[in-house]
């Protein structure tokens, strides 16, 4: 796969994963707690790390939840739509990161997102606690935890069961373009 086709294919994967950022909370009939829930925006901006590499998926990561708010009032801008673009970033970094670095076997999938899935919502904790000491408001440990890990729990094993299947289906049908394939 020569670089022009390279980079035209991870252009290409960032605009459908951004678009899927779009789409795939409306699943949750815009239902706030649902959508805490199952973290739909998530699962695009790890495949776009995964597909694309870093740059990418931190882009991605950082306009998605800026941009369905201009586009669907949701998430609310701030704090949430705020600390939100900074945990999606570095989802999106680092899930392209450690895929670079992890050999490319199905197993070193899992660790690589859930290294940044622990990553992303360290960012998101403290995004919020920066938020939080600006406004003279409180974000206490117990808020995190509840924020980051016990609200979220249903959309940290549907995004550790989907996101590796998916990468897995791309890698065997050779679309991923952060990949070298052997010819033949």
């Not at 409306?26 to 829930?37: D, V």
């Not at 940044?116 to 935890?145: E, H, Q, Y």
Request: proline share 7%; net charge positive; charged share 10%.
């Amino acid at each position: 796969m020569s670089k022009k086709l390279r980079i035209t294919l991870k252009i290409t994967y960032s605009a459908v994963c951004l678009a899927l950022c779009m789409v795939l909370p409306l699943l949750t009939g815009q239902i706030q707690e649902i959508g805490n829930m199952l973290c739909p925006m998530h699962i695009p901006v790890f495949l776009c790390g995964f597909l694309c590499g870093m740059p990418y998926g931190a882009l991605v990561g950082f306009v998605a939840p800026l941009l369905r708010f201009a586009i669907f009032g949701m998430p609310p801008i701030y704090p949430t739509g705020l600390a939100m673009a900074f945990e999606l970033a570095a989802y999106g970094f680092f899930s392209g990161l450690f895929f670079k670095v992890f050999p490319k076997k199905f197993f070193f999938l899992y660790p690589s997102l859930i290294l940044s899935m622990l990553i992303g919502r360290g960012v998101w904790g403290l995004a919020r606690f920066i938020m939080a000491s600006v406004d003279t408001g409180v974000f206490t440990l117990k808020m995190f935890l509840a924020g980051a890990f016990t609200t979220a729990f249903p959309g940290i094993i549907l995004h550790i069961v989907l996101v590796p299947l998916i990468v897995l289906a791309l890698m065997k049908a050779h679309l991923m373009p952060t990949m070298k394939y052997k010819k033949g």
